[in-house]
């Protein structure tokens, strides 16, 4: 089993819609959690780190469930602009007081006119 | 502004060349990583430093080296390049501590005939 899946799509969708993306993880200890873009052919950068309590940026909303290990992502009010793959990144901490993030092979989004 | 700058984005090498990639950062960041990214398998680890001087191994070592002699440098050596050693490669950095984000330079393509 993959550390971290996630579904590759391509989810396409028109302009204007709501889209929500999911993500398993199998380390129960692990300890933080994040979603990043990458736009094509393009270097990934941080959209949002997720809360326990969840939290939300503008269009965007992160949930986390860790009783399910369990994460996901809410786009809402689709923009041409949020076609990329979107990566869902989590943080396991390791004896040697370091940490390791550990990327999903991502989900592809496509927005439409 | 954050950068992390990765001196070569596309190479051509041939099977058997010593490969070097360079990736240097101005944010005085304590970790440094090297990451490839394949279609389908997402980000996976090769090496990270947490030091100058210092090296850990990630999850796919074979094949690579790495050298950090000053903090803002982190170069990723392939001693004898492969074919299946084409990919993209990912340079990050960030702060100690597993809270903070990580930022990536631009990638480097590299292609081995």
């Known amino acids: 089993r993959k550390e971290v899946e996630q579904d590759p799509g391509p989810f396409n969708v028109p302009e204007g819609a709501t889209v929500a993306f999911n993500c398993t993880y199998s380390?129960?200890?692990?300890?933080?959690f994040f979603w990043y873009r990458q736009d094509c052919r393009k270097e990934p950068k941080l959209l949002m780190s997720v809360y326990s309590s969840g939290n939300e940026d503008g269009r965007f909303t992160a949930q986390l469930n860790r009783a399910s290990q369990y994460i996901s992502l809410l786009i809402r009010d689709s923009k041409l602009s949020d076609s990329a793959t979107y990566l869902c990144?989590?943080?396991?901490?390791?004896?040697?007081?370091?940490?390791?993030?550990?990327f999903g092979a991502g989900t592809r989004l496509a927005v439409h006119p | 502004d954050v950068k992390v700058t990765q001196s070569s984005r596309y190479l051509v090498k041939r099977t058997g060349e010593k490969v070097f990639l360079e990736c240097v950062q101005d944010?005085?960041?304590?970790?440094m990583f090297w990451y490839r990214q394949d279609p389908g398998l997402g980000l996976r680890l090769i090496y990270f430093s947490y030091d100058v001087k210092m090296k850990e191994k990630g999850d796919i070592p074979e094949g690579y080296s790495v050298s950090r002699e000053k903090k803002e440098r982190f170069s990723l050596i392939l001693e004898s390049a492969s074919t299946n050693q084409t990919s993209m490669y990912l340079c990050?950095?960030?702060?100690?501590?597993?809270?903070?984000?990580?930022?990536f330079g631009e990638g480097s393509w590299l292609t081995v005939v």
């Open positions: 380390n129960s200890a692990s300890q933080s």
């Open positions: 944010m005085d960041h304590e970790n």
């Open positions: 990050a950095s960030s702060f100690a501590g597993g809270e903070n984000t990580i930022y």
């Open positions: 990144v989590v943080n396991d901490a390791f004896s040697g007081g370091y940490n390791k993030l550990i």
